[in-house]
């Protein structure tokens, strides 16, 4: 990029030489004089003349028109997301080639910077039965749960998800304008549906009243499934789950104030559904999606059946 200030490159004026040298220009000025008042000479411009663009130039401009393409498509990802879809359509191109072309074209995310969630703790109903190891080996052995809220023009949405750690699926979420007990054991039921009712599954959470509340631990045991709490004030307990909020507060909830609770509540569903399990891929996962990574994982264990 060209300081504030400081002359233009050469290639940058030499087309309009050549418009002010043509033929049927409304004013023709001869190219001597040109490139004497521009303060460069007639051999380079000649020379560039032959051969306008290089091959290296016409291969970034058109590098930079396929990122404006799927910066359109997706425009919340970053550098890293753009060259994860590049690779996706056959060019080999490195992550830092693709920065340096996005800082030049101006292709930037337009995620905003994440508010902090404070909520109230209390006493755990349950021991932590994961102490910050956030893997598993196969899929419905740990799921993560938390509650997350957004101010609407009619008030509050809240929305409580549930990630299974193997593939960072969301396997089950619930949205309501309130932020009862019911929104997590809704939640609850729709991971143990989606998944085939598996027992014996950890379900992490922190210490929100939500998940102390008897319903939901009710509903725990009527699925067979194991309780697992953090501590007061550690974040990092359930990091995870904190980094899945992080994503969609950045990709949905602070794009732009929203309107109604129901105008909400579909941009997340599309976010979830459309985005994040289809289309945004993860190292972890080896530069797969959790729905393509799931899909794999699936086969390859059917085929060594």
Known sequence: M???GSPKSPKMIYPLVREMAATGAPVRVPVAVACRVLGFS??????????PVSAREAEEQHLIEVLRQLHEEDPEGGYRVLADDLADLGY???????????????????ITTRKRRY????????D??????????????LWLTDIT????????????????????KIVGYSIDSRMKARLAVNALEMAVAHRGNPTGVIVHSDRGSQFRARRFVKALKR????GSMGRVGACGDNAAMESWFSLLQKNVLDRHPWASRHELRLAIVRWIEG???RKRRQRRLGKLTPVEFETIMMEAVALAA
């Open 2 to 4: 060209t300081p504030t």
């Open 42 to 51: 007639e051999q380079a411009y000649y020379q560039w003349l032959k051969n």
């Open 92 to 110: 080999r191109v490195s992550e830092r080639r693709v920065w340096r072309l996005c800082r030049a074209a101006g292709i930037r995310s337009v």
């Open 119 to 126: 909520r109230k703790a209390g006493p755990p109903v349950h």
């Open 128 to 141: 932590d039965l994961v102490q910050r190891d956030f893997t598993a080996d196969g899929p419905n052995q």
């Open 149 to 168: 809220e957004h101010w609407t023009g009619e008030g509050k949405l809240y929305l409580c998800a549930i990630k299974d750690v193997w593939a960072n």
């Open 223 to 226: 699925h067979h499934l194991r």
């Open 275 to 277: 985005v994040y399990h």
